[in-house]
């Protein structure tokens, strides 16, 4: 029975040598097959242990999430790409058979090399069936694909543009690497009508934005869709044109809130009702058919994504909740548990199948099976006087293994804001974030007596003489299925007759930890923003290297990587902020140009910032101009 990492590994590498084992790939992706999250009974070993979940190494902080991506990084580590044509030589090369098999100590029974064994020779029946089952127990040797030794990988670890936190994981550098040396835009790339709804890299790496109430069909197709009009209607056009090509009437007598694109043929479109409807949407772009209903929520719905990669569909309503759906066959997956408020954004992870919801000021971040796996308040240290709500979210995801990963929001303060899932030691002052379970059980009984109301409407109203889904269906929501793990809380909560919000104390704790944050040109906090906006889409690009910023007033940012280490920062006043030097007040001319402190941001004249320092804490390792008052502070710390 497969129970702890060390005891298999020291089984197969050293005190058995017949136990012959293999990673399969769930190691690298699934931290769910460590854990019994059903508490079953898998009873004891001989030595009295009892099986439950799998005992991880040390390394791993007890996280199974973190033990796979540590496992993805050594994967990706120089030292494996490095030596990956060795172990394609044993196992698909020419070191599979023959001499070189010899000389590599890589042989096998026989019976494991392909071809070597013909089962309808066997007569004896006996004999037979166990060589399949001695087979089938222990594998075969995959075909030899290879006859020649396979050419090594270039590892480039060499290159100024490489990035290395954890020595010997080379990648390259990318945007979240270097969040206090992003480079801010000192104008926007691209400006629309109305608020930024909506932001797309196509294929040309060209941004495209759209502004809300509006979606991108495809990123290969130049035509948008749009909601929200009085007449109810739908109408589609082209990006670069703001001219309808097709206008498609429902006659629907309710609101479209919010929409979604399946593929380029499959629409959802979230009503103020908290019905989910389903479109098939003609490839010609000359009609809607409408192709099923989906109605768990009772309220109007806020928030709709699609992922395509993990075939789901997740949506979000006014009461509170949010629920999975397959993007199939369109049946709900799972509801994940009651929020504090109405839900104000979403997004999903592509890569991992994170799902991050907002609620407020909460910040909340869920695996895919529903799991509750890290929160954050992120008006902490704030004021509550003028309290922000958020607005967008968006995931970092181009190396899911990456544990400098980032998940960005942007509020209605006009503040985009980056934080980092990691595993800290916990010192007694930490818990692991717990939803009340009263809450939790509230949230089952509701949506089931919501969902039989609307079934008994539904039976009354006579839905088969709608004229509006006489060619459609109408997928109900089954009742939600109970887990054995609920169970037991729901239990243990009766029983103690009182609420815990956290497990106990625990050794190591996964929380969201804030790294940067980004104000130029849009947050409300700074005098020197003419023209600040709330922050409505947020578009990390393809290859990392840059952050799009979509703003409540319709315009797109691009916050860029730099090698000009010392070079313009966040924080720095913009230059229409002061006409004046800070320190000693000398109007600024044509002749008499401004200089920026590269530590405080602030604006002065060239006599009074002609001093020169590194700046430990921006990791800026040449002299840079600083002002007089920096110099010394910063003077005072390097002589420490």
């Given at each position: ?32 097959m ?50 990956l ?14 001499e ?40 075969q ?46 104008i ?10 909506a ?7 060209i ?9 991108f069909?495809s ?126 954004a ?35 240290g ?169 703003d ?62 590194h ?26």
């Amino acid at each position: 029975m497969f129970h702890s990492i060390e005891d298999a590994w020291m089984s197969a590498s050293k005190r058995n040598m017949a136990d012959v084992k293999e990673l399969i790939p769930e190691f690298f992706f699934l931290p769910e097959m460590f854990m019994n999250k059903n508490r079953f009974d898998l009873g004891r070993k001989q030595n009295g242990i009892s099986l439950d979940d799998i005992v991880l190494p040390a390394w791993a902080k007890d996280d199974p999430r973190e033990f796979v991506r540590i496992h993805r990084m050594a994967l990706e580590s120089d030292y494996v790409s490095s030596h990956l044509h060795e172990w394609i030589d044993l196992i698909f090369g020419y070191k599979q058979s023959g001499e070189e098999a010899i000389s590599s100590h890589n042989l096998f029974h026989h019976l494991f090399y392909e071809g070597n064994v013909n089962f309808d020779s066997i007569d004896d029946s006996l004999t037979r069936n166990a060589t399949i089952a001695f087979v089938n127990n222990f594998g075969q040797i995959p075909s030899q694909l290879f006859k020649k030794p396979h050419p090594q990988k270039k590892v480039n670890n060499g290159s100024d543009l490489s990035f290395s936190r954890i020595p010997g994981v080379t990648t390259n550098r990318l945007f979240y690497h270097a969040l206090h040396s992003l480079k801010p835009p000192t104008i926007h790339i691209k400006e629309v009508g109305s608020a930024i709804g909506a932001l797309q890299e196509n294929e040309k790496g060209i941004i495209q934005a759209l502004p809300q109430n509006r979606l991108f069909v495809s990123t290969y197709s130049n035509k948008y869709l749009a909601w929200s009009f009085p007449d109810r209607s739908i109408r589609i056009g082209n990006i670069d044109s703001e001219k309808s090509t097709c206008i498609l009437e429902l006659n629907d007598t309710n609101e479209f809130t919010c929409a979604a694109m399946g593929d380029e043929r499959c629409l959802f479109l979230g009503s103020s009702d908290g019905c989910i409807s389903v479109w098939n949407l003609d490839r010609k772009y000359h009609r809607l058919t409408r192709r099923n209903t989906l109605d768990a929520h009772y309220d109007a719905i806020t928030c709709l994504v699609v992922s395509s990669s993990h075939n789901m569909l997740v949506s979000s309503s006014r009461d509170c909740t949010a629920i999975l759906w397959h993007l199939s066959d369109l049946s709900l997956i799972r509801q994940l548990p009651r929020h504090s408020s109405s839900i104000s954004a979403l997004a999903i992870n592509n890569s991992t199948g994170d799902i991050a919801t907002a609620c407020g000021m909460e910040l909340l971040v869920w695996s895919i099976n529903g799991d509750l796996l890290s929160s954050i308040h992120t008006n902490e240290g704030g004021s509550f006087d003028s309290p922000h709500i958020i607005l967008s979210i968006a995931f970092s995801t181009l190396n899911d293994w990456d544990a400098d990963n980032v998940i960005i929001t942007g509020g209605s303060d006009g503040v985009v804001s980056i934080y980092s899932s990691v595993v800290v030691e916990n010192d007694g002052s930490l818990h692991k974030a717990k939803l009340d379970s009263k809450r939790e059980k509230d949230s089952v009984s509701t949506i089931n007596s919501r969902l039989e109301r609307q079934r008994r409407r539904l039976k009354v109203g006579g839905l088969s003489t709608d004229t509006r889904t006489t060619s459609s269906s109408v997928s109900h929501s089954p009742d939600l299925p109970s887990s054995p793990l609920l169970e037991k809380r729901r239990k243990e909560g009766e029983s103690e007759g009182v609420t815990n919000n956290y497990d106990k104390c625990e050794e190591f704790v996964r929380i969201l930890v804030h790294r940067a944050s980004l104000t130029t040109h849009t947050a409300f906090n700074r005098s020197d923003n003419p023209l600040p906006a709330p922050i409505t889409a947020i578009l990390p690009s393809k290859d990392h290297k840059s952050l799009y910023i979509g703003d409540g007033v319709g315009r797109v940012w691009q916050w860029m990587m730099t090698d000009d280490i010392g070079g313009r920062i966040d924080h720095w006043i913009q230059d229409i902020a002061r006409q004046s030097c800070t320190q000693c007040q000398h109007n600024f001319s044509i002749a008499d140009r401004k200089h920026h402190c590269r530590n405080c941001g602030q604006i002065f004249c060239a006599k009074c910032s002609r001093f020169e320092s590194h700046i430990t804490h921006m990791k800026i390792s040449r002299p840079v101009r600083v002002c007089q008052a920096c110099f010394v502070r910063l003077k005072a710390q390097n002589s420490k």
